[in-house]
């Protein structure tokens, strides 16, 4: 620990005084652990993000390239979604108290619902009405293509019609009957009412009024608050961000991403916080956390694979060491709209390849220690199997160089003098490349990845050295998480945005689902976060019917369809961590879908 004090320094980005504040003395370790067992009010928690996790967006609409599951367990403390989901009881149902309205009521013909929101308060005194919904409504219609969570027919554009009832309740008109249990947990849980009386304006000193009823109003209004969320530095002094309605609001927020939060006093729901103070650390790294938590100076951290030999020590010094699995999928999205290799990527054989070269089981079971879990497709396999179809479950595609060979030797593709393939039989007929694939076209692509993980760092080596073993050149980028979201988004050919080629942004799961583990946001043609722009009429159809059945059987079609056509690289889905709790610190509940649910942690001692 002779280093501590540095890295502390460069992994935190602050001073060695401010370090030493937070944990004591670097040179000895602050003990957890102890407790009566009783709740003890208030005080203080240290939670460690995920290693180079930068939390970067507090609108309550996200951008594309915004949307990593940290910014919105840190907002839902500060803005209250309409409904919230919770997977803690092992399946996946609505969390009552920390969701803004009471469960919806549904007509008999499906195309009405009827929602009666609680009786919250705005920090500013103003209630919350149903005001605050249609404004967040209006707003998603003006902003609705630079939305992360858009998919085209899907909400907003499935909302006929909104009408206030009174202050408190009001319907939703929809275009179709939908199946009732995914309309609530998949797009109802995307609303989030926002402060209509605070927010409503189009520049930070104009007037505030009903600008979002217009059309064009509500784009302004839109594009000031995206403007006003872009400036990470003003969080804590913004005034915007100041009203909230949660169980915290938001005492400060770092240019590098270190967030406080503190019990907000105003709040009015049936979730009060415990705790006085969230602390939310950020680290370059995962062995830079590990450094500070076997410090003490981590109150919630997590420990990475390559250092669980030392979990009887950690538990010696009061901490319980315990897996937060996921109700997620990990998969490295392809380009295809890359103007150098998206018609490859376009090309089934060429995925089948790749795939073929994924040694699932050494990554699982060498690099994650057997914390991670083999992934064959869209939906969540190692935890509530409901969805699973049984072609996902046996995987068509295992861990075959042979088999990844023959494939691109059918198809044209012959070694070069360094051992890379390149196309040597251009065209779209029997035996050769496929359309659109010049000849000389090399199979040699760069990986976007993120930074700062062992794991991810060994999963990246792995994966290029089997990959030249069939003749694939893998480059590595490696680059800070917020990065790898930002740059790696859907994009056109012709835009210098569309330079990568594929991406990974998988150490804790590439993708956290609602209740219902449908495809909309993530395959379905033009969605949101499809970030490789990849498009299949078939898939959309089976989308559509997961979306609209009743019964069980579109998802399985849907998974079986999905881990045939490969849309991206499925790689082993990790846990969100390995983590290690203080023993006083009761309360802590590790949600499946990646909620925090700080309102409910509290201290025994």
């Not at 835009?495 to 209740?515: I, K, R, V």
Request: hydrophobic residues 35%; charged residues 20%.
């Amino acid at each position: 620990m002779r280093k501590a004090r540095h890295r502390w320094r460069a992994a935190l980005g602050v001073s060695l005084a401010a370090v030493l504040a937070l944990s004591g003395c670097a040179t000895s370790r602050e003990q957890h652990g102890g407790g009566s067992g009783e709740p003890v009010d208030g005080g203080t928690v240290r939670f460690a993000l995920p290693p180079s996790a930068t939390p970067n967006w507090i609108m309550p609409i996200s951008i594309p390239g915004y949307g990593a599951s940290y910014n919105g367990a840190v907002r839902a403390e500060l803005y209250t979604p309409l409904y919230n989901y919770d997977g803690t009881s092992g399946s996946v149902a609505l969390d009552d108290p920390s969701s803004a309205a009471n469960p919806p009521s549904y007509s008999a013909d499906g195309k009405t619902v009827t929602i009666t929101l609680k009786p919250l308060t705005w920090s500013d005194g103003n209630p919350v009405t149903s005001r605050d919904v249609e404004f967040w409504l209006n707003l998603v219609r003006a902003g609705k293509d630079n939305w992360g969570k858009y998919s085209e027919g899907l909400m907003p554009d499935n909302i006929k019609a909104f009408h206030a009832v009174d202050d408190h309740t009001f319907t939703l008109t929809l275009d179709k009957p939908y199946n009732a249990d995914w309309f609530t947990a998949n797009q109802l849980s995307l609303v989030v009412p926002m402060p209509q009386k605070a927010w409503d304006r189009t520049s930070a000193g104009g007037p505030v009024g009903d600008f979002d009823r217009d059309p064009a109003g509500a784009t302004k209004v839109f594009d000031f608050l995206v403007s006003q969320a872009k400036q990470l530095g003003t969080y804590a002094t913004n005034p915007l961000w100041q009203v909230v309605n949660g169980p915290f609001t938001l005492a400060g927020f770092t240019a590098a991403g270190q967030v406080t939060l503190k019990k907000n006093p105003k709040y009015t729901g049936p979730d009060p916080a415990k705790l006085d103070t969230v602390v939310f650390l950020t680290f370059t790294g995962s062995s830079a956390e590990y450094n500070v938590l076997r410090a003490g100076g981590v109150d919630y951290g997590y420990v990475p694979t390559s250092n669980l030999g030392q979990r009887a020590k950690l538990e010696a010094q009061g901490y319980r060491v315990e897996p937060w699995n996921g109700w997620s999928i990990t998969y490295s999205p392809f380009n295809f709209s890359n103007p150098q290799l998206g018609k490859v990527f376009s090309q089934l054989y060429v995925r089948q390849a790749l795939q073929h070269a994924v040694d699932q089981d050494a990554i699982t079971e060498v690099i994650w220690r057997g914390t991670a879990r083999a992934d064959y497709g869209p939906v969540p396999q190692d935890n509530d199997a409901k969805y699973l179809s049984q072609r996902q479950k046996t995987n068509p595609y295992p861990f075959d160089l042979d088999a990844a060979r023959k494939l691109l030797a059918e198809h044209g593709w012959r070694p070069g003098s360094d051992g890379v393939l390149s196309c040597a039989a251009p065209g779209s007929g029997s035996g050769q490349c496929g359309e659109g694939i010049p000849g000389g076209t090399r199979l040699s692509m760069t990986m976007l990845t993120e930074s700062g993980s062992d794991e991810t760092d060994g999963t990246m080596q792995e994966l290029r050295s089997e990959l030249s073993k069939i003749g694939v050149e893998l480059k590595i980028n490696a680059q800070p998480l917020n990065t790898v979201l930002a740059n790696g988004t859907a994009c056109k050919p012709e835009e210098p945005a569309c330079s990568w080629q594929l991406s990974y942004f998988g150490t804790q799961g590439s993708w956290y689902f609602p209740a219902n583990p449908s495809g909309e946001q993530l395959f379905f043609t033009g969605a949101g976060t499809n970030f490789g722009s990849y498009s299949d009429k078939h898939a959309d159809e089976l989308i559509t019917a997961t979306n609209l059945a009743s019964s069980d059987q579109p998802m399985f079609d849907y998974s079986a369809y999905l881990t045939e056509q490969l849309p991206v690289l499925w790689l082993p889905n990790p846990p969100y961590q390995v983590s290690a709790i203080d023993t006083a610190l009761r309360g802590v509940s590790q949600d499946p879908l990646a909620g925090l649910q700080p309102q409910r942690w509290y201290w025994t001692r």
